[in-house]
């Protein structure tokens, strides 16, 4: 229940900071509080007066989570609560009101928990596969009362053949239940159970629909940038919540500007990027979408038979790149405003700015989802040596270099066969400097206010003068490959460097770096691991960055826990006799190009593991001249 407990915890905290808002807004109610049946929020929601695309997003929470809710409920625990927002009323080109939807703010995974278990809605997986969470009751614990007794659990093959659990609770609920005809046939299979007794303990389940969940609702009077705190403050706390799921619920409200439209795009992109089979789905199952005189649908068609891993933009990224380019603009809670009609300079409610944002929006999400504009953008990429997802990260330097490539090619700054070079070498360097891993938004906006100002080429110029110091090659990047993941961006971009230059693998003579990377090859310790741990070298030392290089596997199954002085001896010596025995070269020469490529000093020949720090100090001077070299031949 420790979940629960955050929540609700979360939520006096949510209370007590609301109520010290007075001095933000003039208006006396900012929020109402309320409680409403768990079958009401379900009845809402179907009627589609809540907006929460998330439904149609993967669902993030693990199935224990979906069965430890169920349990709170049916005890009657608290689950916290749900807190919405009136969505501010809009002046409508006959000069009316409208009334918006309510905008949900937080508690969207609960919402979505109760509507796969207990109404038996499909959801998408992490994989973006439909699927249904089943949770499983078991009665006859149930009426044992045991605090330490399984009641309900997630559904297994198990559970669907046991005659004493109720396989999924959703038949319970399901308005063709029959609870006379469900007793007789389990207490015949379960004569133990008292018909009686099942009778209490299915009512108590079923009394689930009638537990209330609290309601916050924020008033549609609340300015735009009090909600936005408020909503800041809430993700601060540790909740699931992100800025691009709060723009997702605004724009799903505003039916008046499209908004359930450009929020669908956004959606089925973000799908088809990572299951291009979803398409067949989408058009037989969003019918309206798909009939639109727009044809959005024939702009995703391209997607079905997409093949790209490296980037599958989520919504957030398609948001902000779209946000980005279009507006120059970076931080989400900017674009919150700016869609509910906020005025910057007079922080005044204007409808034509709403009418202006989701205008540019529109355009930005188009131009992002473009066929033509994204594969461009992803050749540059893989192009500057970036092939796989395994040498990405993170995605926000990947959002800034696409709203960067998109910027140039309308605003023409400077020729279509320059484009390709400056955003690989933009890439490279935020991923370099680790530019957006820290507060990501802060710096594209800062990043942005420089552009607005020295355009992209300018203010590229200024960030490499600033940054590429003889110190920053010799000694910060040097510094940066001394640790021991392969995930390190400095590492990543090592193996860049590698590919661009279709480096030979390691004492191979046709196999590259490229191919190893693509098919899974091994990473080899170049001083073995268990010939290291043989002399007490501890599991921080010998896995180091410095001391990983791709290896066809036969060649590494030769090396075994052979000192590098003694393995490397003979490749040596395989150049003169030319026998195979370690790798396949047989060239003096091509040997010494292929320690060079892949960064090894020459001396390794001679090295044992009394040398193994100073091969560690050589070899990442290497690898960070390398790296040098690679952003420069960009």
């Not at 609870?179 to 009686?196: A, L």
């Not at 706390?237 to 723009?247: A, I």
């Not at 607005?452 to 110190?471: P, Q």
Request: with cysteine; charged share 25%.
């Amino acid at each position: 229940m420790s979940s629960i407990v955050k929540i609700s915890g979360l939520c006096k905290y949510f209370l007590k900071f609301v109520d010290s808002l007075e001095t933000k807004s003039m208006q006396s109610e900012k929020f109402t509080t309320t409680s409403m049946t768990i079958s009401a929020i379900l009845g809402l929601i179907k009627a589609e007066d809540i907006a929460i695309p998330e439904i149609q997003r993967p669902f993030v929470w693990k199935n224990k989570q979906v069965r430890d809710l169920m349990d709170s409920l049916y005890q009657g625990y608290p689950v916290g609560y749900i807190i919405l927002w009136k969505n501010p009323n809009v002046k409508l080109k006959d000069g009316t009101i409208s009334a918006g939807k309510k905008v949900l703010i937080d508690g969207q995974q609960r919402v979505t928990a109760l509507m796969t278990a207990i109404a038996g809605r499909n959801i998408f997986n992490s994989d973006y596969k439909l699927c249904r969470v089943k949770i499983a009751f078991d009665p006859i614990a149930a009426l044992k009362d045991d605090p330490e007794a399984e009641i309900f659990a997630v559904q297994t093959p198990a559970h669907v053949k046991s005659k004493n659990w109720i396989p999924d609770i959703a038949e319970v609920f399901d308005d063709n239940f029959r609870s006379y005809k469900f007793i007789n046939e389990y207490c015949t299979k379960n004569p133990e159970m008292n018909p009686d007794d099942l009778d209490f303990i299915i009512g108590k389940l079923k009394s689930i629909c009638s537990q209330s969940i609290g309601i916050i609702e924020l008033s549609d009077t609340l300015e735009i940038d009090v909600v936005t705190d408020i909503f800041v403050r809430i993700n601060s706390k540790g909740t699931t919540l992100n800025q691009g799921d709060f723009v997702m619920s605004k724009i799903a409200a505003d039916e008046e500007h499209g908004g359930n439209t450009l929020r669908k795009i956004i959606d089925y992109f973000s799908h088809l990027a990572k299951v291009p089979s979803y398409y067949d789905y989408l058009v037989s199952h969003d019918t309206d979408f798909c009939s639109k005189p727009e044809q959005y649908i024939k702009k995703l068609e391209w997607l079905k038979d997409d093949s790209e891993t490296v980037f599958d933009p989520e919504c957030d990224d398609i948001i902000r790149v779209a946000f980005m380019h279009k507006f120059q603009r970076a931080k989400l809670s900017e674009l919150v405003k700016m869609l509910s009609g906020r005025d910057f300079e007079t922080r005044e409610f204007k409808a034509e700015i709403i009418d202006d944002t989701y205008k540019g929006m529109y355009e930005g999400v188009l131009n992002a989802i473009n066929e033509h504009n994204f594969k461009q953008f992803m050749i540059a990429i893989k192009s500057a040596g970036f092939i796989s997802n395994k040498m990405v990260n993170s995605n926000m330097a990947l959002d800034f270099a696409y709203a960067l490539y998109l910027m140039l090619r309308e605003n023409k700054e400077v020729s279509v066969s320059e484009i390709k070079k400056i955003v690989q070498k933009w890439y490279v360097l935020s991923v370099l400097t680790g530019r957006y891993s820290a507060s990501p938004e802060s710096a594209f906006a800062k990043d942005m206010k420089q552009i607005r100002e020295h355009g992209v080429v300018g203010t590229l110029k200024n960030m490499e003068d600033a940054i590429f110091s003889d110190n920053f090659w010799n000694v910060q990047i040097p510094q940066d490959l001394n640790f021991h993941s392969t995930n390190n961006p400095t590492y990543l971009v090592y193996l860049a460097a590698q590919v661009y230059f279709n480096d030979v693998s390691l004492l191979s003579q046709n196999i590259c770096v490229k191919e190893l990377i693509e098919l899974g090859g091994d990473v080899h310790h170049i001083f073995p691991k268990q010939y290291l741990k043989d002399h007490g070298f501890e599991k921080t030392q010998y896995n180091q960055e410095g001391n990983y290089a791709f290896l066809d596997r036969p060649v590494n199954e030769s090396i075994g826990k052979k000192a590098p002085n003694e393995y490397f001896k003979i490749a040596k010596e395989q150049c003169d006799t030319k026998v195979i025995k370690c790798g396949s070269i047989t060239d003096i020469d091509e040997l010494k190009r292929n320690l060079a490529m892949n960064c090894v000093p020459e001396d390794v020949w001679d090295m044992d593991y009394t040398r193994y720090a100073e091969f560690l100090d050589k070899r990442r001077q290497l690898m960070a001249e390398k790296i040098r070299k690679y952003y420069y031949s960009l």
